[in-house]
């Protein structure tokens, strides 16, 4: 987007009146009209705003357009209304200056609009908050509200004010609205009653027929229709454009953002209706006996129905429509009223109802909107009053209204004069008197107190007997004929007597913006603005609070016969009153111009213009701004602007601006009468002046652009070539540290390559030493041994001569021993060291190896190699490590793995060392070892697990023959008596069954036979061939009780089984057991383990039965007899 710097920037037209050259009106209206073309609807007179009306929405109120125009200088960008705003708003917050914003110009050139404009755009731009922000909204609600109640459809303006309106806004310090006051003045209410044609009646009254609900309209008794109510005229009662029922809508949302209640809102609706139903009241006259008519309500129905509305006795009412009380002199009369009267009355009632209606309705959003804080404010007002009218009938209302606008142009010319002087002292400039034209002799001509037209009106209604408008008009044409404004048929100035465009009952006044001729008819009623008593008493007496709020004279008990003051004093007051509170505040000015009367846009219609801007003033207000200097700006803004046109102040002008600008307009040769130096503007004379330096600007920031687009170009390449050279730099750096890099590799491998080369030198060199070394040590051994062979022998032959004795071999031997074993420990030494400079040159050579392959292979196969190699040291050490574990298979011990990956190999090779160690150890056996084995191996497989003893039995070797029969003489005869191999030879004890007590008998085994002999004598008791042995009974527990049963029917059965009980229990069943194995001519003998078995006693069977003793029983097992057929062997508990 493009940025402006300057109003003088791509200028339509000119943007500042002040610079039109030539000024006259021709140029004047042109540019307006090219602006007003080129949708450029302001413009400047010095920080007057001029407004045209575009009639249609232009894009330039956006939210952008106020952040452009926010806190910029009032002449940076083009002439718009926000510059306005923000240049009041910037001087009320940043200055503490009060404002006001005067908005004039006829009806329907924009002025409401405007006013609008100017609160929404101060409201965009003061601060924010939730307060702030509610105030702001109350403010801008207040506007829909009035507009509805006080704005109607006029020829000149559908949304025309017909009120006055003077708002306050209040800001507090920091330029936050605090909250307003709305002052309102005259409104037209006859409107009310009746309006002209293709006029309407007040907005709300069609907004309320056409947007309240059903609901709504019946408890207010009114009908949609419009045409139903007198007091609403038909022909226009559609405004295109306006959407009424959208309206109401608005204006019932803006009353309860401003803060009316529920019941308020009803009440003035409730009145509003009111005025509607009074309209239809209608009248008919009722012959008097004294011949007079009186009026008679016509159609009670719209009567009672308003009486039920407001709450009035319905008689009150009608009465007052009837009748009149006259007060004089301390007495009451009662008159009738005749017809036209009794429509007098009504719609006086139906015109005051409604403007005090609308003046309670400022004073309560005044109330709502009221700043709350107590602190003193500051203030901006802003003014939207009714624009000057003439129309074909003017009357008392266009009196009233001119007369304002005629205060305000005066109040505008002394203000512009008085700012322009003001600015002219201020800037020590020399002030030249400009001649313009002052309104003030016809400000005189109305409001003078004496003889002004409204002290005469006011004179002539108070004055008693006749009054009439024609007796006032007679009075003007006396006292005012000779005043050069006032025109008038009958009056005393001739010239007018022939006047044909004045007619007899009028009068007319040069007002500042044209002449008005006003039709008399009406002026004193209007100016009285008489009520009848009895209505506002009937008023009074409603039963509805805001009616008897608005009628508070109807009150019996105050009742005033003192006249109340004229609408005509009453205007002027509070006009009074306005002008001063003006004057106080700093002004700004919106001249609002309409450029056509079809409300059309892009019309521009000439004579129309030329009409405003003469009655305006605005030629005048240019010729004052321009006297003397047309243009002004401070130093610094234009040095800022032009200072590219000479080379001294341009790029940079360090000095004073003054000083800048001087040297820059003497560089420029303007002539020096062409300017004028003020405090701290500079002052030029002629507009053609100022052109001419935007000219040459022009020209040269052409070439400025040139000159920065080459400043540019250089310093795009410039970065470029740097940006390319850093980049080299940083290539360049990184290809030095890689060629580096490559030969310092280089180096270092070869350097290892001589450092593994010096290192063998210097190991071949040690070893060369060494071997010298020990060959001189060899040397001189030899040498020594010489020596000492010399010595010892030279000793041995003193010793042989001295003592040749024994002593002195021996110590020769010694000597001779000791040199031996010397020789033999350094021979062992020698050996050693140079085992250990092998292993270190082998080391090293290895290393070298290790360290060639590494970097040959290092990413192929080092890794490999070296993992091989390593596996190699580890398994070695490992097998190394199990070299220290012992041949006996006893010996359960076994080295711990070294690493965990061994553990199947570890646990495997235990395995089958152990296997190896017990196949060597076996090897090692005889014949005899084997065989004892063999029974051990048999023991085992017969007891192991079955019987408690076996376990303490492993250890004992089986010896056989316990008593050496054989080499004991004492068994000499039973030796003889036994002529096979005596397997077995032990002392057992018989059990006797008779008792269970064991008797010692000698037992032997042969290959065939068992033998029991008596212990004694050796005597052979019982032989027992084998074959006859059918099985033998053992308990399970560790007793060593044994019973040798027979088989039935065989030579030895007679003899009955054997208890018996034995020391090596074990060996003996094992040996009988093996007898049985390896004998082919014999059954197996059955060995049965069980803790009950019987035993054949000869006859009889006797159960032997095994229980676990307690600790009485002592160490060994005893026997008893329990029964003939029990025997109970008590075990000791283990
Ligand atoms: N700046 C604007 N942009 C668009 N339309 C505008 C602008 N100003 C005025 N108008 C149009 O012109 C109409 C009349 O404007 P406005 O009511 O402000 O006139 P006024 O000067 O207040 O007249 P009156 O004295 O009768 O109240 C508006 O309803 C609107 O349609
Ligand atoms: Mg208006």
Redesign the pocket.
Same mark, same amino acid.
């Given at each position: 987007m493009e940025v402006k710097t300057s109003l003088l920037d791509n200028m339509i037209g000119v943007g500042d009146m002040v610079l039109l050259e030539p000024l006259n009106e021709d140029s004047f209206i042109e540019n307006l009209r090219s602006r007003f073309d080129h949708n450029e609807?302001y413009t400047y007179i010095g920080s007057v705003v001029i407004?045209m009306?575009?009639?249609?929405? =232009?894009p330039i109120y956006t939210p952008q357009k106020v952040e452009e125009y926010r806190n910029r200088n009032f002449y940076e960008l083009s002439p718009h209304i926000y510059a306005l705003a923000d240049e009041a708003y910037r001087s009320l917050r940043d200055q503490d200056k009060d404002q006001c914003i005067l908005i004039t110009?006829?009806?329907?050139?924009?002025?409401?609009?405007?006013s609008k =404009?100017v609160m929404s755009y101060v409201a965009a731009v003061c601060g924010k908050g939730q307060e702030v922000n509610k105030v702001k909204e109350q403010l801008l609600q207040s506007n829909p509200v009035l507009e509805a109640f006080g704005?109607a459809k006029?020829m000149?303006?559908?949304?025309?004010?017909r009120f006055g309106k003077y708002m306050d806004i209040e800001f507090d310090f920091k330029g936050d609205p605090l909250g307003g006051v709305i002052s309102n003045y005259l409104l037209e209410k006859s409107r009310v009653c009746k309006q002209p044609r293709g006029e309407r009646n007040f907005h709300i009254f069609y907004q309320l027929l056409s947007g309240a609900s059903d609901d709504t309209l019946l408890k207010l008794k009114l009908d949609r229709d419009f045409s139903k109510y007198n007091y609403l005229s038909l022909d226009s009662a559609n405004v295109n454009g306006l959407d009424d029922a959208a309206s109401f809508r608005t204006v019932r949302n803006a009353m309860q953002i401003v803060g009316f209640m529920e019941d308020e809102v009803q009440s003035v609706l409730e009145l509003v209706a009111a005025v509607l139903k009074l309209g239809n009241i209608e009248f008919k006259p009722e012959s008097r006996v004294n011949g007079f008519d009186e009026s008679r309500v016509k159609d009670k129905n719209d009567l009672k129905e308003m009486c039920e509305l407001l709450g009035i006795e319905q008689s009150v009412l009608e009465r007052a429509f009837s009748y009149r009380t006259v007060e004089a002199k301390m007495e009451k009369m009662s008159t009738t009223l005749n017809v036209a009267q009794a429509y007098y009355a009504r719609d006086a009632l139906a015109k005051n109802l409604y403007s005090r209606l609308f003046s309670w309705l400022v004073t309560r959003i005044n109330e709502s909107i009221k700043a709350q804080a107590k602190t003193r404010h500051k203030v901006m007002g802003v003014l939207?009053i009714?624009?000057f009218e003439i129309f074909e009938d003017n009357s008392f209302e266009q009196f009233i209204i001119n007369y304002c606008n005629e205060k305000l142009q005066q109040i505008f010319i002394e203000l512009t004069l008085r700012e322009e002087q003001e600015e002219y002292i201020r800037e020590d400039i020399e002030w030249t008197n400009i001649v313009y034209f002052n309104n003030a002799v016809i400000c005189d001509l109305i409001e003078n107190n004496q003889n002004g037209i409204l002290a005469m009106l006011d004179e002539e209604c108070l004055r008693p007997g006749t009054v009439t408008d024609d007796t006032f008009l007679d009075k003007l044409n006396t006292i005012c004929a000779e005043h050069q404004h006032f025109e008038s048929r009958l009056s005393k100035n001739s010239k007018f007597l022939t006047d044909h465009s004045l007619p007899h009952s009028c009068f007319r006044i040069q007002h500042y913006a044209g002449k008005v001729l006003y039709r008399v008819e009406g002026f004193v009623d209007k100016n009285n603005d008489l009520l009848y008593r009895d209505l506002s008493q009937a008023m009074y007496k409603a039963t509805h609070s805001l009616m008897r709020q608005l009628f508070p004279e109807g009150n019996p008990a105050k009742v005033n016969l003192k006249r109340p003051p004229t609408a005509g004093f009453q205007f002027k007051a509070s006009v009074g009153v306005l002008m001063k509170n003006l004057q106080t505040k700093n002004p700004n000015y919106i001249r609002?111009i309409k450029p056509n009367d079809k409300?059309v846009a892009h019309i521009f219609t000439d004579s129309l213009v030329c009409h405003q801007v003469r009655y305006l003033g605005l030629m005048e207000n240019v010729r004052v701004r321009r006297a003397g200097y047309a243009f002004r700006q401070p130093y610094e803004s234009c040095l800022k602007r032009y200072k590219m046109l000479c080379k001294t102040t341009w790029p940079q002008w360090r000095g004073p601006a003054r000083d800048g600008v001087a040297v820059l307009l003497t560089d420029c040769s303007v002539p020096t009468e062409e300017f004028a130096y003020g405090r701290s503007k500079i002052f030029i004379r002629n507009p053609r002046t100022l052109f001419t330096l935007e000219e040459r600007r022009r020209a040269c920031l052409e070439d400025l652009a040139t000159l920065i687009q080459k400043i540019y170009r250089g310093w795009k390449s410039r970065t470029h070539f740097l940006l390319l050279k850093k980049s080299q730099v940083v290539v360049a750096a990184w290809y030095r540290r890689y060629a580096q890099q490559n030969k310092y590799q280089k180096i270092k491998s070869a350097s290892l390559v001589m450092q593994s080369f010096i290192r063998g030198w210097k190991a071949r060199n040690i070893l060369r030493q060494l071997k010298y070394e020990k060959r001189c040590k060899e040397a001189v051994t030899t040498i020594a041994a010489y020596w000492h062979g010399t010595q010892a022998r030279m000793e041995l032959r003193r010793l042989k001569t001295e003592a040749q004795n024994k002593r002195a071999v021996s110590v020769i031997w010694a000597y001779w021993q000791g040199t031996k074993a010397r020789r033999e420990l350094r021979r062992l030494k020698e050996e050693a060291r140079c085992k250990h400079a092998v292993a270190i040159i082998w080391a090293y050579w290895l290393g070298l190896q290790v360290r060639r392959d590494y970097r040959k292979f290092f990413r192929a196969n080092a890794g490999k190699k070296i993992y091989n190699f390593t596996i190699q040291r580890i398994m070695q050490k490992y097998f190394l490590g199990l070299k220290t574990t012992t041949m006996s298979p006893m010996d359960n011990t076994w080295p711990a793995k070294p690493y965990g990956f061994l553990e199947g190999a570890h646990t495997e090779l235990r395995r089958i060392f152990h296997l190896w160690r017990c196949k060597k150890y076996r090897g090692q056996f005889t014949e005899e070892k084997k065989a004892v084995y063999e029974e051990k191996l048999e023991a085992s497989e017969i007891f192991k697990d079955k019987k408690a003893l076996y376990p303490s039995s492993v250890s004992q070797p089986f010896k056989g023959d316990y008593l050496e029969i054989q080499k004991n003489p004492k068994y000499q005869k039973l030796n003889s008596a036994v002529e096979e191999k005596v397997l077995l030879a032990d002392l057992v004890n018989k059990i006797n069954r008779a008792n269970g007590k064991g008797s010692p008998r000698l037992f032997l085994l042969t290959k065939s036979n068992f033998v029991l002999a008596d212990q004694k004598t050796g005597q052979v008791k019982t032989s027992v061939p084998l074959p006859d042995l059918a099985s033998v009974s053992v308990s399970t527990q560790s007793d060593g009780f044994f019973a040798l049963k027979l088989k039935e029917g065989s030579a030895s059965a007679s003899k009955g089984d054997f208890l018996l009980s034995s020391d090596h229990l074990i060996e003996i069943i094992t040996k009988l057991h093996r007898i049985g194995t390896t004998a082919a001519d014999r059954d197996q003998i059955n060995i049965d383990i069980s803790d009950e078995f019987l035993v054949q006693f000869k006859q009889d069977k006797v159960c032997v039965k095994f229980i676990q003793g307690g600790p009485k029983n002592g160490n060994s097992a005893a026997c008893k007899r329990k029964n003939n057929r029990l025997l109970e062997v008590s075990v000791p508990s283990p």
């Open positions: 609807i407004s009306n575009p009639y249609r929405s =232009l110009g006829e009806s329907g050139a924009g002025k409401t609009e405007a =404009l704005n006029t000149r303006n559908d949304n025309s004010s939207d009714y624009g609002c409300k």
